[in-house]
């Protein structure tokens, strides 16, 4: 393996986890009033396309990358939807 | 081209428009509270490492998408250390 497949191997591992600090900070603050409620729904077409994509490429790292961000992204809608308001301690 | 293809162009070219929603409401709202400032940091070094090996492998598809993707992403951290509170009239 090359360093550039090393590199690329790692740029689509670090893909994975980019939205799991947004995800682990909106569950413990219980706030999502800030997150864009479009991003996540296009981000999750949009990784579905990709999955689609990977699947009648027959590869299996795209597939199995953005499976992982599409989980993230229906988690984060699943908190927008939960959470879309300030929290209410700062209002009383 | 075939159908596959135009998958993943279409797909490919939606990536980059992920975040446009969010810069787009975090510039109108002026609140970046509930945005995570390490998911852009992360995404910005990740769409850095895409660019050079975009670069390494004479991919000139890979190195336009992840540039503006990482465009949105400083402006996102830009935001972010901006913005970063509950916007003043919903305190006072």
């Not at 986890?17 to 947004?22: A, C």
């Not at 961000?69 to 939807?81: A, H, W």
């Amino acid at each position: 393996m090359s360093g550039v497949d090393i590199l690329g191997y790692s740029a689509g591992f670090i893909t994975t986890l980019t939205f799991l600090p947004q995800v682990i900070k909106t569950y413990k603050e219980k706030s999502a009033r800030d997150i864009s409620l479009n991003m996540f729904l296009i981000a999750a077409i949009n990784e579905t396309m990709w999955i689609v994509y990977g699947f009648l490429k027959n590869d299996m790292v795209i597939v199995l990358t953005n499976a992982v961000v599409l989980v993230m992204s229906l988690t984060m809608i699943y908190f927008k939807l939960k959470y879309n308001k300030v929290a209410k301690v700062e209002l009383e």
